[in-house]
């Protein structure tokens, strides 16, 4: 199963709302999750089960979608967003991740 | 407190062979499926290989199948990556990685990771 991010990379302002789309080459229901990563660092689970968030995570990070259509939204990005997202897909196995988006500051 | 943390990597030649370690505490080890997920420098993340808690399934990425073995010892909390065979394009991070929950046989979101452990094939 093959999963396509867009776009690789953003640029935005403090406050902006942000979305991110993760496609999936065939359906997965919703096994889904979405992962925030910061450089030199490990990444972190922020959304699974599509739209579950995970505990400690801030509430403007929300997941949805199912099937193959998959989104990402930050509603307001915050100084600590600023870093690279990926989604991966918990179907089956091999569990893979989509290509990356870069979150930068505009 | 939930901790995993990988040991092992290091320098290697081309061709040559590393045994990467992760070592878990602070949860019932034995009973989740363990992931090992690679980053090579620059580039995004790839999923390597996972085992079953019992240890008697295991799963391979194309890239990684006959050349890596995955394993663990439960007595020791321990995870382990033979790496064999190894190929420029292997240099990595090796992240060791657990799953949220123990009922999907490893099919699941990671929401613990190691540190880390860096591999480096080169001449």
């Known amino acids: 199963i093959q999963l396509t991010q867009s776009p690789s990379s953003l640029s935005a302002s403090v406050g902006d709302r942000v979305t991110i789309t993760c496609r999936a080459s065939q359906g997965i229901s919703s096994y889904l999750a979405w992962y925030q990563q910061k450089p030199g660092k490990a990444p972190k689970l922020l959304i699974y089960a599509a739209s579950t968030l995970q505990s400690g995570v801030p509430s403007r990070f929300s997941g949805s979608g199912s099937g193959t259509d998959f989104t990402l939204t930050i509603s307001s990005l915050q100084p600590e967003d600023f870093a690279t997202y990926y989604c991966?897909?918990?179907?089956?196995?091999?569990?893979?991740f989509g290509g990356g988006t870069k979150v930068e500051i505009k | 407190e939930v901790q995993l943390l990988e040991s092992g990597g290091g320098l290697v030649q081309p061709g040559g062979s590393l045994r990467l370690s992760c070592a878990a505490s602070?949860?019932?080890?034995?009973?989740?499926?363990m992931s090992w997920v690679r980053q090579a420098p620059g580039k995004g993340l790839e999923w390597v290989s996972a085992?079953?808690?019992?240890?008697?399934?295991?799963y391979y990425a194309d890239s990684v199948k006959g050349r890596f073995t995955i394993s663990r010892d439960n007595s020791k909390n321990t995870l382990y990556l033979q790496m064999n065979s190894l190929r420029a394009e292997d240099t990595a991070v090796y992240y060791c990685a657990k799953p949220i929950t123990m009922v999907r046989g490893g099919t699941d979101a990671f929401d613990i990771w190691g540190q880390g452990t860096m591999v480096t094939v080169s001449s």
């Open positions: 085992i079953s808690g019992s240890g008697g399934s295991t």
């Open positions: 991966q897909q918990l179907n089956s196995y091999s569990l893979t």
């Open positions: 602070g949860f019932t080890f034995s009973s989740y499926a």
